[in-house]
């Protein structure tokens, strides 16, 4: 099983500046990483697929990069929307695995 | 528009069984593999099974493998997820996505989720 491991847990900023959340995978899984946001009482929406691809009305301050092993979701300039949990999930090899997800919050 | 729209959960006690339905809408479901993906009480998301666009392959997690059957009937365009010999770590609210592909891919569209609870 292919382990995705994501950090920082927590980031703390304020509207209008950058994040940059990480995640790790255990064994090479090529471009198969997709990035999700999920909001409190809402169902996970597909931000990020093939780890640079924004899905269908994705706003471009969403960016995602890295293959093999090393991946990073960037948030430019962040809306006050934008603070929510956000999982990467690898497609590469069954079983499909998540990573434990990164609370963005306002600092 | 493409809807996804899960039933079924409920209380259940420990050793229970319970069948999961999901309803969609939108798109011709024939094309697209389907899943389960699970979110226990203040926990991340965990994926639970996936089935093909024919049905003719489906892929288990290790935890569920052997007490859960997923399934899809075409001319319902309904996914089901039977779930037998529950537990409490099956406890969760259970979301129906739908795959990029027809053999896999990531989840482009998720229901709103059942909450499936299990305890005595």
């Known amino acids: 099983e292919i382990v995705l491991t994501q950090s920082p847990a927590t980031l703390s900023l304020s509207p209008g500046e950058r994040a940059t959340l990480s995640c790790r995978a255990s064994q090479s899984i090529s471009s198969y990483l997709a990035w999700y946001q999920q909001k409190p009482g809402q169902a996970p929406r597909l931000l990020i697929y093939?780890?640079?691809n924004r899905a269908t009305g994705i706003p471009a301050r969403f960016s995602g990069s890295g293959s093999g092993t090393d991946f990073a979701l960037t948030i430019n300039s962040l809306e006050p929307e934008d603070f929510a949990v956000y999982y990467c999930q690898q497609r590469s090899n069954w079983p499909i695995t998540f990573g434990q997800g990164t609370r963005l919050e306002i600092k | 528009e493409v809807q996804v729209l899960e039933s079924g959960g409920g209380l259940v006690q420990p050793g229970g069984s319970l069948r999961l339905s999901c309803v969609v809408s939108?798109?011709?479901?024939?094309?697209?593999?389907m899943s389960w993906v699970r979110q226990a009480p203040g926990k991340g998301l965990e994926w639970v099974s996936s089935?093909?666009?024919?049905?003719?392959?489906?892929y288990y997690a290790d935890s569920v493998k052997g007490r859960f059957t997923i399934s899809r009937d075409s001319s319902k365009n309904t996914l089901y997820l039977q779930m037998n010999s529950l537990r409490a770590g099956d406890t969760a609210v259970y979301y129906c996505a739908k795959h990029t592909y027809s053999s896999g891919g990531d989840f482009d569209y998720w229901g709103q989720g059942t909450l499936v609870t299990v305890s005595s």
């Open positions: 093939d780890a640079s």
């Open positions: 089935i093909s666009d024919s049905g003719f392959r489906k």
């Open positions: 939108g798109f011709t479901f024939t094309d697209y593999a």
